[in-house]
């Protein structure tokens, strides 16, 4: 049997596994484990068709960051019949990638995709030329070193008759996909980092190709700093907007872009007065509620005054509520600097506990409240000596080269939240 051969034989199989919903027993018989596993008829085809597609040598890649299915189904060109993608790498590093049609009970090969890079960044479908179809959004480098100023490259697709076409390709460092002026179009927005350190965010809206809607630079970016979170959404019930959180050494600070009258603005110009923290700490919708919030590390009333490597700080996250400032608080936590626990506050509770000042955040902490100094809830260190001989109602959250880290509760008042 050919070396080739045996190659298309072992991707074939590794397909399989790559499209079923197969679990992982470890108490199952061995013999079982080595059984090739069944799939519908259909993925089975599918699976056959793509490995025997693929060139001697070849990997299926998975995206770098967004959706990370090596194989995605879905209607393309809005035609009723399922496309399928999927981009694999050769032995010269470059990505390429399949589209494959439904025809019947089995699939057809119908265009391949040059790409643009040799490492797949993205990949995400919609319809961001706002003509009903959905487009093909893939994002490609040639570097592997994840540099905010690699040459990076965002080609949008359309797909249509069984054929593949570009529609655009612009550099990139970072791109968001959303309506940024309320008006249920999508815009593409595309932040550009150069060598210097320059940021430049950009937002185009599609028609007869990508037209530039607002242009702003970003200030307070120069340098050694880079942005270690961009995320995109809801950051108000009824305002979209982009938050980079940008570091500055190992402290941080997050930017929040939004569009006014047309026009992209920063809304805290001074973000580093406005979401300076001195530890780095993601935006994100923490709480759950569709909306995004802005971390913070804030110190417990009471510490102000201590050394700050003795202050142990809450995690507090913002929701923007349209001026200056951040003041609207929706969560707050204590986080362990060793990433050990988390302890949640419920949200009846916050802004209402601080930390005893006499507690030491790597022995004991104590939660008492603001108005009265009640304790209510008290996280201890334990070796496992001193846990086999301890009494009370203690809940082990967390174990640690011998220790036992466990968590008491003023059950009457119940400010953790589970």
């Given at each position: 049997?050919?070396?080739?051969?045996?190659?298309?034989?072992f991707?074939?199989?590794?397909?399989?596994?790559?499209?079923?919903?197969?679990?992982?027993?470890?108490?199952?018989?061995?013999?079982?484990?080595?059984?090739?596993?069944?799939?519908?008829?259909?993925?089975?085809?599918?699976?056959?068709?793509?490995?025997?597609?693929?060139?001697?040598?070849?990997?299926?890649?998975?995206?770098?960051?967004?959706n990370?299915?090596?194989?995605?189904?879905?209607?393309?060109?809005?035609?009723?019949?399922?496309?399928?993608?999927?981009?694999?790498?050769?032995?010269?590093?470059?990505?390429?990638?399949?589209?494959?049609?439904?025809?019947g009970?089995?699939?057809?090969?119908?265009?391949t995709?040059?790409?643009?890079?040799f490492?797949?960044?993205?990949?995400?479908?919609?319809?961001?030329?706002?003509d009903?179809?959905r487009?093909?959004?893939?994002?490609?480098?040639?570097d592997?070193?994840?540099?905010?100023?690699?040459?990076?490259?965002?080609?949008?697709?359309?797909?249509?008759?069984?054929?593949?076409?570009?529609?655009?390709?612009?550099?990139?460092?970072?791109?968001?996909?959303?309506?940024m002026?309320?008006?249920?179009?999508?815009?593409?927005?595309?932040?550009?980092?150069?060598?210097s350190?320059?940021?430049?965010?950009?937002?185009?809206?599609?028609?007869?190709?990508?037209?530039?809607?607002?242009?702003?630079?970003?200030?307070?970016?120069?340098?050694?700093?880079?942005?270690y979170?961009?995320?995109?959404?809801?950051?108000?019930?009824?305002?979209?907007?982009?938050?980079?959180?940008?570091?500055?050494g190992?402290?941080?600070?997050?930017?929040?872009i939004?569009?006014?009258?047309g026009?992209?603005?920063?809304?805290?110009?001074?973000?580093?007065?406005?979401?300076?923290k001195?530890?780095?700490?993601?935006?994100?919708?923490?709480?759950?509620?569709?909306?995004?919030?802005?971390?913070?590390?804030?110190?417990?009333?009471?510490?102000?005054?201590i050394?700050?490597?003795?202050?142990?700080?809450?995690?507090?996250?913002?929701?923007?509520?349209?001026?200056?400032?951040?003041?609207?608080?929706?969560?707050?936590?204590?986080?362990d600097?060793?990433?050990r626990?988390?302890i949640?506050?419920?949200?009846?509770w916050?802004?209402?506990?601080?930390?005893?000042?006499?507690?030491?955040?790597?022995?004991?902490?104590?939660?008492?409240?603001k108005?009265?100094?009640e304790?209510?809830?008290?996280?201890?260190?334990?070796?496992?000596?001193?846990?086999?001989?301890?009494s009370g109602?203690?809940?082990?959250?967390?174990?640690n080269?011998?220790?036992?880290?466990?968590?008491?509760?003023?059950?009457?008042?119940?400010?953790?939240?589970?």
């Amino acid at each position: 049997m050919s070396k080739s051969i045996w190659i298309k034989l072992f991707a074939a199989v590794g397909l399989l596994f790559l499209l079923s919903a197969c679990s992982f027993n470890p108490l199952a018989d061995p013999k079982t484990l080595i059984q090739t596993p069944e799939l519908p008829s259909d993925k089975q085809t599918l699976s056959s068709i793509i490995s025997s597609e693929l060139p001697e040598g070849a990997s299926i890649q998975s995206p770098k960051n967004g959706n990370g299915s090596k194989i995605q189904t879905v209607d393309l060109d809005g035609d009723g019949t399922s496309e399928t993608i999927v981009f694999y790498q050769t032995t010269t590093g470059r990505i390429v990638g399949l589209i494959f049609e439904k025809s019947g009970d089995t699939w057809v090969k119908k265009d391949t995709i040059d790409s643009a890079g040799f490492t797949l960044e993205s990949v995400e479908i919609t319809d961001i030329t706002n003509d009903g179809h959905r487009d093909l959004i893939v994002g490609y480098s040639n570097d592997t070193s994840n540099s905010e100023s690699s040459q990076k490259r965002l080609v949008i697709y359309s797909y249509d008759k069984g054929k593949i076409s570009i529609v655009d390709d612009m550099p990139y460092s970072y791109y968001s996909i959303i309506d940024m002026d309320g008006d249920g179009i999508n815009d593409l927005v595309i932040t550009k980092i150069n060598n210097s350190g320059y940021v430049n965010i950009a937002a185009y809206r599609y028609k007869a190709g990508f037209q530039l809607i607002s242009s702003m630079d970003l200030v307070n970016t120069i340098g050694s700093d880079h942005f270690y979170n961009v995320v995109a959404g809801k950051v108000t019930a009824n305002q979209n907007g982009i938050i980079m959180d940008q570091t500055l050494g190992v402290s941080a600070f997050s930017h929040l872009i939004v569009m006014e009258d047309g026009q992209l603005k920063d809304v805290f110009p001074l973000s580093r007065q406005a979401t300076y923290k001195d530890i780095q700490i993601t935006s994100e919708d923490v709480n759950n509620d569709g909306i995004l919030e802005i971390g913070m590390a804030e110190i417990p009333e009471g510490w102000e005054n201590i050394a700050p490597t003795e202050i142990p700080r809450f995690t507090s996250y913002y929701q923007w509520s349209g001026g200056a400032d951040l003041t609207k608080l929706v969560s707050q936590q204590y986080r362990d600097e060793q990433g050990r626990f988390v302890i949640k506050l419920a949200p009846e509770w916050i802004g209402k506990v601080t930390i005893d000042t006499k507690s030491n955040k790597n022995q004991d902490l104590r939660f008492i409240l603001k108005d009265t100094g009640e304790k209510v809830a008290e996280v201890r260190f334990f070796s496992e000596n001193e846990w086999n001989n301890h009494s009370g109602d203690w809940e082990i959250i967390a174990q640690n080269r011998g220790q036992v880290i466990a968590l008491w509760e003023n059950s009457k008042i119940n400010v953790i939240q589970n």
